[in-house]
């Protein structure tokens, strides 16, 4: 299929509703680079399992699956590349590259994130970690003497928890302090203990957000085999990886802002990274009650610094003033009209594209010339339709001397949101994959990618 047959097919899209299918093309796997025509839409089938490692160590809203930056790293990485993932989250980008690559670098503003990421990449030894546990499950004494707020400017903490669970956990979280560890193997631990917070609480499992709910009562599970579920799936996690990470591979987290990339000039040879979406996941606030406890061992001392911190992430919702730019960039002009958005959230749009653009030109400094970026993101919806943040990035990725070569999309089929939304609002539906060289040049801006419309069935919301 030629690319403009492609382009007219996507425009007919009147008559999508629940199927999909002549849209999609549903592959095991993405096919070679070079046989993937730009535009093109796939559907991953969901059968083809990666190993487990440590990826599911500690939720994260909206973390890309492992097999995109897996194709991306068996396409384009060598075992003496750097790989760098400078908003990497939870740290998927960087499991992955442990397998195929010398060096893996994350970044990201976000110390929680580094926390799990730091765990999830950690070359602890498993065994010594199995010994912890054990010297942990002797040390433990249960219930807190007394319950104290772990962050100093709580109130009211026994909203977010029982008595016996806020016990458990404050002489858990003593215990594994306690414990003759080493840096490297308490942040594993701690990041065991962070995985389990939200399910004790009181907060509701069905949605990202942390809240209470009114209507959906929830009977929480105790922590103590909770607690011991997790750890033996962490501990399993890590023995996996340990046994198929690269003799060589080592992976290095570093707190940081990606718009201004602290590395030496041309020192990596390959970025794979899914920047925060615009205005659509407040990360931080969704691990609320994860701060509440870890936030003082973070540098995040009170809930004060934490509401500041909110602000200032890359897609904040509700950025810090200073970070709101006057107006988007002229490059955006035809693409991004502000009278479609919503009036609260033009500010958000203006801080994103103005960071975005700087993180750009920044990784254009530290990314060796001639070699790829590679760039998983999703668009967000306005009150007119879909706002083409794809393209958006692109231009801005242009200005910054990259040049765009192909982009292709992946259709999102899990959706872990199972409260009812109507018309299915806010809901990012596919992933953009998007391939950037860096040539340190002017090139020109390539022609706008498709906006593919259809509806998700209900089945796809609720999993």
């Known amino acids: 299929m030629t690319q403009p047959d492609l382009f007219a ?24 680079f070079d046989s993937i025509v730009n535009g093109e839409l796939f559907s991953l089938s969901l059968s083809n399992r ?36 400078p908003f990497c989250g939870s740290g998927t980008t960087l499991v992955e ?18 926390l799990i990421s730091r765990a999830k990449t950690s070359s602890v030894s498993p065994t010594r970690i199995g010994q912890l546990g054990v010297q942990l499950q002797k040390n433990w004494r249960g219930l807190a003497p007394s319950l104290l707020p772990p962050m100093p400017d709580l109130t009211n903490f026994g909203h977010w928890y029982s008595e016996s669970a806020w016990g458990d956990l404050q002489s858990l979280l003593t215990a594994i302090r306690a414990l003759d560890a080493s840096l490297e193997e308490l942040d594993f631990l ?20 942390t809240y209470v709910s009114g209507t959906l009562k929830k009977n929480p599970p105790d922590v103590e085999p909770l607690f011991r579920r997790a750890f033996e799936k962490a501990l399993a996690g890590l023995e996996e990886l340990s046994l198929l990470r690269h003799p060589s591979a080592s992976a290095s987290v570093i707190e940081g802002d990606a718009a201004e990339i602290k590395l030496p000039a041309h020192s990596v040879d390959l970025i794979v990274t899914s920047p925060p979406y615009l205005d659509s996941v407040d990360y931080m606030y969704n691990f609320m009650l994860e701060y509440f406890w870890l936030g003082p061992l973070l540098g995040v001392e009170d809930r004060r610094t934490f509401n500041r911190m909110r602000r ?37 749009t203006r801080a994103y594209c103005d960071s975005m653009g700087r993180h750009f030109q920044s990784a254009a400094k530290a990314l060796k010339p001639d070699s790829y970026y590679f760039l998983i993101i999703g668009n967000s919806q306005t009150r007119k339709g879909v706002l083409p ?57 390539p022609d706008r990618l498709p906006l593919p419309n259809f509806t998700l069935r209900d089945d796809e919301v609720a999993n």
């Open 389 to 445: 943040i794809h393209d958006s990035l692109v231009r801005l990725a242009v200005d910054a001397g990259f040049a765009f070569e192909k982009a292709f999309a992946y259709r999102i089929r899990r959706h872990y949101m199972k409260f009812p939304r109507a018309g299915r609002g806010g809901i990012i539906t596919m992933d953009w994959v998007i391939a950037l060289r860096n040539v340190q040049k002017c090139t020109p801006y």
């Open 50 to 85: 990666a190993p487990a490692l440590t990826h599911g160590l500690h939720r994260f809203p909206a973390k890309f699956i492992p097999r995109i930056p897996g194709w991306v790293l068996d396409e384009f990485a060598s075992q003496t590349d750097v790989v760098l993932d």
């Open 312 to 348: 200032r992430v890359t897609g904040a919702k509700n950025p810090a003033a200073d970070a709101c730019p006057p107006a988007l960039q002229h490059s955006l002009d035809d693409l991004i009209d502000e009278r479609d958005i919503i009036k609260q959230r033009v500010s958000a």
């Open 9 to 32: 097919k996507l425009e007919d899209s009147d008559r999508i509703s629940d199927g999909t299918s002549t849209l999609f093309r549903e592959v095991p796997s993405f096919p070679p």
């Open 190 to 209: 701690l990041c065991v203990f962070s995985s389990i917070l939200r399910w004790v609480s009181n907060a509701d499992d069905q949605t990202q957000k």
């Open 97 to 114: 590259a442990l397998l195929r690559s010398r060096q893996a670098i994350g970044i990201d503003c976000d110390p929680l994130a580094c």
